[in-house]
């Protein structure tokens, strides 16, 4: 069993910048994948970014790259999503999700088996 807790949404102006976090507890964190998600309202879950278990292998869409950054921290069991030059259409519920059966990183959100609760980011124009 793995529980996720995120944290570090809000309000920003376009331009702005937020680190959301990723806090993990159950199952040792360091043995698996990490992704973030995000849905808009009205709008499909949508693959941002994922992070293999030892942080050295990356994933983003083509719509962050760039912009955001994904990173763990292993012993602090936390992982996190540095989000810079944020536009209104970023806005959206912002969830990380566990992938506990591979070792690859996966964009489709089926793939991941245990799923925080989300936090809103909202981007002003």
């Known amino acids: 069993q793995v529980q996720l807790v995120e944290s570090g949404g809000g309000l920003v102006q376009a331009g702005g910048s937020l680190r959301l976090s990723c806090t993990a507890s159950g199952r040792t964190f360091r043995n698996y994948a990490l992704g973030w998600f995000r849905q808009a309202p009205g709008k499909a879950r949508e693959f941002v970014a994922a992070i293999t278990w030892s942080g050295v292998g990356t994933r983003y869409s083509d719509s962050v790259k760039g912009r955001f950054t994904i990173s763990r921290d292993n012993t602090k069991s936390t992982g996190y999503l540095q989000m810079n030059g944020l536009k209104p259409e970023d806005t959206a519920v912002y969830s990380c999700?566990?992938?506990?059966?591979?070792?690859?990183?996966?964009?489709?959100?089926?793939?991941?088996?245990?799923w925080g609760q989300g936090t809103q980011v909202t981007v002003s124009s």
């Open positions: 999700a566990a992938d506990t059966l591979r070792s690859t990183l996966h964009t489709q959100p089926d793939v991941y088996d245990y």
